[in-house]
Each structure stands twice: as structure tokens, then as C-alpha cells.
């Protein structure tokens, strides 16, 4: 495992067009890693029991000999009276087509968006390191500049923004060795795509404003 917290290795098969003596640190063919969804999987999967457990509830009491379920009756007198443009059947229709398309999207995309991919060290190896431990790891390095006092740090998928207050020397010197400090710090991740750097530094604000 890696030194750094919020680090994830998985194991999976080389991209596609990789050779064995492929160069493991190109960022080509790193993805994203994809959710398992288990949340929504699994509530699709109960509501789907529990509906189909009720039409065959109601079927075997049919077979054996007794009335149907009320709720199943008016059901179909309602689907089979209401005209296709009654504003409950619009809505109906309308509710489950945004659930599908949630679903879809659900299936289509991969998610995790907190995890960065990194570089492959190995083909059959994947690592992501976790967005919040890319800022950790950037606010300790900023930190060590002299003439900071505090910083904040966001790492996005492009971009890594970072807000800096020093409080003494001058604001170009401190901005130039933070560069320094920080651009080292990020190839230092490993990111497959390093994010881009934004840096902006100031003076504390007065206390009381």
C-alpha cells in the first residue's frame, strides 16, 4: 500500500495495446474509477421485490379461489378508464422516465469522482489517490514556505486551487517559491493527469473585518 492515506490500488487487467515492456508511467488509457453503486442497486432491488412479491401474492390468491386485492382492482379500472393525456398518467409516465434516465446514467458513468487516477506503475496495478489527500498533501508542502502563515487548498480533476495568507515577506517572493514548492509536490502524486495549478496569495485580513 502507499504511504499516502486515501490511496486505492485495484487489480485489473493492462489497457488495451499494452506490452509487457510497455512504459508503465504513461498516463494513457487511465480512466476513471468506476462506483459499484451498491446504494441504488440495492434499492431498485428491494423495491423491485416487494412489488413483484405483491402482484404474486394477489396472483396466488386468485388461483386459489379468492378475491383479488383491492388495490390491483382499481388499479387496472384506473389504467383501463383514463384516457393516455389525464394529467396523473403525464405525471406517472413523466416520474418514470426520470427514474430510467437516473438509472441510465447511473449505469453509463463511473463515478467516484473523489478519486484521481494515477500513474501506472505496474500493468496489472491501478492506484487512485483520494482528493482530499492530494490537498492534504499539497497544504503540508505550502505550509513549510517561510512567510506563510495559513493556506487553503481545493484539488478539483483539472485543477488545483490554492489560498495562501503570509505575513511577512515580500508577496512575489513567497508566491514564487510556493509555485516552486507546489508544482514539485504535484508531480510528486503520481496523478496520470496532474491538475493545473492556481495560486493566489495575500496579506491576513485585519482582525474584526
Known sequence: MSELRGTVLEKSPPPAGDGAGGDGGSDGGQRRFWSARRVPAGVLAL????????????????????????????????????????????????????????????AVTPGLRSLLPMRRSHPDVRAGLDRDAAATVLRDRAVEVAGVQSVRVRVGRAR??????????????????????????????????????????????????
Open 47 to 106: 423495491v423491485t421485490l416487494v412489488i413483484a412479491g405483491a402482484f404474486l401474492y394477489d396472483i396466488v390468491a386468485v388461483r386459489a379461489g379468492r378475491a383479488g386485492m383491492s388495490w390491483r382492482r382499481e388499479l387496472a379500472r384506473q389504467l383501463a378508464e383514463r384516457p393516455l393525456d389525464d394529467v396523473w398518467v403525464l405525471t406517472g409516465a413523466a416520474v418514470a422516465a426520470a427514474l430510467g434516465l437516473w438509472l441510465f446514467l447511473l
Open 160 to 209: 488545483a486551487d490554492v489560498r495562501a495568507e503570509s505575513h511577512f515577506r515580500e508577496l512575489g517572493d513567497v508566491r514564487a517559491d510556493m509555485t516552486a514548492v507546489l508544482e514539485d509536490a504535484v508531480e510528486g502524486l503520481g496523478l496520470a493527469r496532474p491538475p493545473r495549478l492556481s495560486l493566489r496569495v495575500r496579506r491576513p485580513g485585519k482582525k474584526g473585518r
